[in-house]
């Protein structure tokens, strides 16, 4: 059964001159917008944003974009249709030879209609088998499986378990923390299943972080923003801050300047696979400025300034 063609290009909006970084925009714009929080219960949406995760996945990556702009949806199979161009069509692939049509148990997610286009009909058969010669087949392991999965900083803050749904099948896998963005991971067995007898191919789950404008991180540091009204600038005193691991206070100092930082030793981000150990929190002091002064406020505020030129 051959595979349907699908334009990624068009999924993402693009044109095929599009740059990565037009990739990159469209993908985060989509992905948004389809997120299935964003759209509870909306069956469409899931499947608009999976669409958009496996265009994204592609062309994401300059190499496998390579691949898919020259050989469209056959572009997992390229290395394997140079390397039987280069031999031939009846010349050895791997232990068999390719004696047409396509191979038995590979029609799921198999070769498609270019690899019959470039090699002919027929099967994989074993050395010394023929066409009814009865050879011992070789098992395949089953084609690996991209995925993408989105997280944000405050998801990959701790060790987590989340149940992802591949091919329709439910998983339950172990999220480490301070996984990074881009950062693929191997699971075992999970890819399409093996034919004549082998082993299941594998999932590759790449994570991605949905941009957070509220905390920057920058390696295993973290960046935030806190305000503070004037007084509590000026006079010093206690201010709550909410971090990843819970609220936090703070001692304010009097005469607090606006941009004043503020370093929180071991409060940053995680250090993957390293438990216990974390970067720091880095809290830059917004010092806000009363508005709409009352007639009182006003010329109290007067007072203060003459009191200042005096005190020059």
């Not at 990159?24 to 944003?49: C, I, M, Q, S, T």
């Not at 395949?140 to 378990?161: P, R, S």
């Not at 004037?230 to 691991?245: M, N, P, R």
């Not at 390293?274 to 970067?279: D, K």
């Amino acid at each position: 059964m051959a595979t349907d063609y699908i334009d990624y290009y068009k999924t993402l909006g693009l044109s095929k001159g599009a740059s990565q970084d037009d990739i990159r925009k469209a993908y985060r714009k989509l992905a948004r917008e389809h997120h299935p929080d964003v759209n509870p219960g909306n069956e469409a949406a899931v499947r608009k944003f999976q669409q958009i995760n496996e265009a994204n996945e592609v062309l994401g990556d300059p190499d496998k974009r390579k691949k898919y702009d020259q050989y469209g949806k056959d572009w997992e199979h390229a290395e394997a249709f140079e390397k039987m161009k280069a031999q031939g069509g009846g010349q050895p692939f791997g232990q068999y030879t390719y004696a047409g049509g396509s191979p038995e148990g590979m029609d799921e997610g198999g070769f498609s209609d270019f690899f019959q286009s470039l090699f002919g009909g027929g099967r994989f058969q074993g050395f010394g088998g023929g066409m009814g010669g009865g050879g011992r087949q070789r098992a395949f392991k089953g084609q690996d499986i991209t995925a993408n999965l989105e997280l944000t900083l405050e998801d990959a803050y701790q060790t987590h378990k989340r149940t992802i749904e591949v091919n329709g099948k439910q998983i339950r896998i172990t999220i480490p923390a301070g996984v990074e963005d881009g950062q693929t991971i191997r699971l075992n067995g999970h890819g399409q299943p093996g034919a004549q007898g082998g082993s299941a191919g594998d999932l590759l789950l790449t994570f991605r972080f949905d941009p957070d404008d509220d905390v920057e991180r920058l390696k295993e540091d973290l960046y935030v923003h806190a305000h503070v009204d004037l007084f509590t600038a000026l006079l010093g005193g206690d201010l709550e801050i909410k971090t990843f691991s819970g609220p936090l206070r703070l001692k304010v100092k009097p005469g607090t300047q606006n941009g004043s930082k503020l370093r929180l030793k071991g409060k940053g981000y995680p250090v993957y696979k390293q438990e216990g150990s974390f970067g720091d929190l880095y809290v830059e002091l917004l010092v806000d400025l009363p508005t709409q002064l009352s007639e009182a406020e006003h010329k109290l505020v007067q007072e203060w300034a003459q009191l200042r030129k005096e005190k020059r």
